[in-house]
Nanobody, 121 residues
Framework: QVQLVESGGGSVQSGGSLRLSCAAS????????MGWFRQAPGKEREGVAA???????SYADSVKGRFTISQDNAKNTLYLQMNSLKPKDTAMYYC???????????????WGQGTQVTVSS
């Protein structure tokens, strides 16, 4: 049974930083691609960043240069380092997993329950 559990969300002021974590279990972590999504109230869920099994990364334009996705295969854990946070980054953040790097950025097979990030001005 695949489980993805996010943590690390919270409230910060504009310009601050947070590091999200996603602990994965129930599958062979290193063979899957991973992604981070977010959804703000009243808005559609959007892809934020993705990483494939070889460590190659991709980012939404809105977070390039500020967010960094990474993973520790030994710990089966995905991370999202978020720097220079802005109020528009306020959203529920979800991690996701899928064997395919394209699918993980659109309709991944597995989702976590989300962690809230709130950035105040």
């Amino acid at each position: 049974q695949v489980q993805l559990v996010e943590s690390g969300g919270g409230s910060v002021q504009s310009g601050g930083s947070l590091r999200l974590s996603c602990a994965a279990s129930g599958y062979t972590y290193s063979s899957y691609c991973m992604g981070w999504f977010r959804q703000a109230p009243g808005k559609e869920r959007e892809g934020v960043a993705a990483i494939d099994s070889d460590g190659r990364t991709s980012y939404a334009d809105s977070v390039k240069g500020r967010f960094t996705i990474s993973q520790d295969n030994a710990k089966n854990t995905l991370y999202l380092q978020m720097n220079s946070l802005k109020p528009k980054d306020t959203a529920m953040y979800y991690c996701a997993a899928d064997p395919d790097i394209v699918v993980v950025t659109t309709t991944p097979s597995y989702w976590g329950q989300g962690t809230q990030v709130t950035v105040s001005s």
